[in-house]
């Protein structure tokens, strides 16, 4: 079945820098266009940034635009999110998830075809 396994979160300071994967297993992942959404504590879900099946094309939200970089190593089948510059209100569970084919992405979960169990950033002084 499918599985979606997300990875290296924790606590980090503002400024500071983060690097969350997401291992896949059970698809076809390197057909697959991949995203990371997140969901801050008594908040809805938000969309963070969208990759297609190959990395050539990368969609990002304004909110994180120009601190994080997604990315994708398809022999892998590993999905990564490079957060630079992080400030508090970054701190969310994020997760990483499959949209639904013909979407990049939503701030509902009925946009995505599956998703990890989440990892916590945390990011405070």
């Known amino acids: 079945q499918v599985q979606l396994v997300e990875s290296g979160g924790g606590f980090m300071q503002p400024g500071g820098s983060l690097r969350l994967s997401c291992g896949a297993s059970?698809?076809?992942?390197?057909?697959?266009?991949m995203s990371w959404v997140r969901q801050a504590p008594g908040k809805g879900l938000e969309w963070v940034s969208t990759?297609?099946?190959?990395?050539?094309?990368?969609d990002y939200a304004d909110s994180v635009l120009g601190r994080f970089t997604i990315s994708r190593d398809n022999a892998k089948n590993t999905l990564y999110l490079q957060m630079n510059n992080l400030k508090p209100e970054d701190t969310a569970v994020y997760y990483c998830?499959?949209?639904?084919?013909?979407?990049?992405?939503?701030?509902?979960?009925?946009?995505?075809?599956?998703r990890g169990q989440g990892t916590q950033v945390t990011v405070s002084s």
């Open positions: 998830a499959q949209p639904r084919p013909g979407l990049l992405g939503g701030n509902s979960w009925g946009a995505f075809v599956s």
């Open positions: 059970g698809f076809a992942f390197s057909s697959a266009t």
């Open positions: 990759i297609n099946s190959g990395g050539s094309r990368t």
